[in-house]
């Protein structure tokens, strides 16, 4: 933050009109490196005044109460520290709904939508799907499909207790709570648990896949997010590792196995799905960016044991997983 804008910080006069406030707002922003100054600071103000930014513009003139005005200066100095807009406003859009987010869960990314589409392309003729959400964080990807899906009996996993909170209280939002069964334990274990051994249609993930030494040149906003969530070990794939070696025990002959991935460990996921997965054929399916985003393997015998010959160290050299 530079002397000026530390000036302008202090100048804003209590009682500014909304137009003004936002734009001392946007200039606070910039010089917080945000990428959409302008916009933060409008679904900042928007989302304290429970309003929308149609709203602020019609009122574009009126002057801030002075305690929203300091509540709003708070928000506004936090998003310049680069904290989450969603975490400020405690919501964020995917696939067209509204989430509840917390710290306690990574924040959605339009990117996973591409997990959601693919699923229910394929799913849709089946009655009653049996689908495992692993890792759920906010309930995202689960609740999705509870809504696309209607008939489907979804079962999402996540190991910290306080994500489930979140999911739960998103399924409720959403009216799916009955259709998803929330399980707190590690990764797939608790579908082990349950018994669910060759019972299931899509086994779905976003699992944590930034490679540890990535992890300090992501944006500022991903150091408030959970590490749980952004951490994939050494080659950023310890996750996706355990998924593939036991996925196809819970998989029916047919189903199918998609997990989220950075476009660059395309080849070493091809590898683990048939080496430690008995998944001999894979599919790619990039993001509205053209972006190869997820990895789908469909599961062709019941009970396929996997082959545990190849170490992990071996598997994992030298990937780049932001
Ligand atoms: N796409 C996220 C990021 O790079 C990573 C999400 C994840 O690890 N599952 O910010």
């Known amino acids: 933050m530079g002397p000026l804008i530390t000036e302008k910080v202090a100048l804003i006069p209590e009682g500014s009109s909304i137009g003004q406030t936002l734009v001392w707002a946007t200039a606070l922003l910039k010089s917080g490196g945000v990428d959409t100054p302008r916009l933060d600071a409008e679904c900042l103000l928007a989302s304290l005044l429970r309003s929308n930014r149609l709203h602020l513009y019609a009122a574009i003139e009126e002057r801030l109460p002075p305690a929203v005005f300091e509540t709003y200066r708070t928000l506004v100095s936090r998003r310049q520290a680069r904290v989450p807009l969603a975490y400020l406003t405690g919501t964020k859009e995917f696939w067209s709904l509204s989430f509840r987010v917390t710290p306690a869960v990574l924040v959605p990314r339009p990117e996973t939508e ?16 049996v689908i495992v959400d692993v890792g759920t964080g906010s309930g995202a990807i689960a609740v999705a499909l509870a809504k696309m899906l209607p008939s489907a009996r979804i079962y999402a996993t996540e190991i910290s207790r306080e994500a489930l909170d979140v999911a739960r209280e998103n399924a409720g939002v959403y009216g799916v709570t009955g259709q998803i069964a929330f399980l707190q334990g590690d990764l797939l274990e608790p579908v082990f648990a349950r018994g669910l051994i060759g019972q299931c249609d899509l086994i779905v993930s976003n699992p944590p896949y930034v490679a540890t030494t990535d992890l300090a040149v992501l944006p500022p906003e991903a150091h408030y997010e959970p590490l749980e969530a952004l951490d994939g070990g050494p080659d950023g794939l310890r996750c996706h590792q355990q998924i593939i ?55 062709a015998e019941p009970g396929f044991k996997p082959c545990r010959g190849s170490s992990p160290e071996q598997d994992s050299v030298g990937m780049n997983g932001v």
């Open 245 to 299: 070696t036991v996925a196809s025990a819970l998989l029916r002959p047919g189903g199918w196995l998609a997990l989220e991935m950075a476009p660059e460990q395309e080849s070493l996921l091809i590898r683990l799905l048939r080496d430690r997965g008995g998944f001999p054929d894979v599919e790619v399916v990039p993001d509205l960016g053209g972006r190869k985003r997820m990895i789908m393997a469909c599961s």
């Open 114 to 129: 591409v997990l959601v589409e693919t699923a229910v392309a394929r799913l849709k003729r089946l009655t009653a799907p």
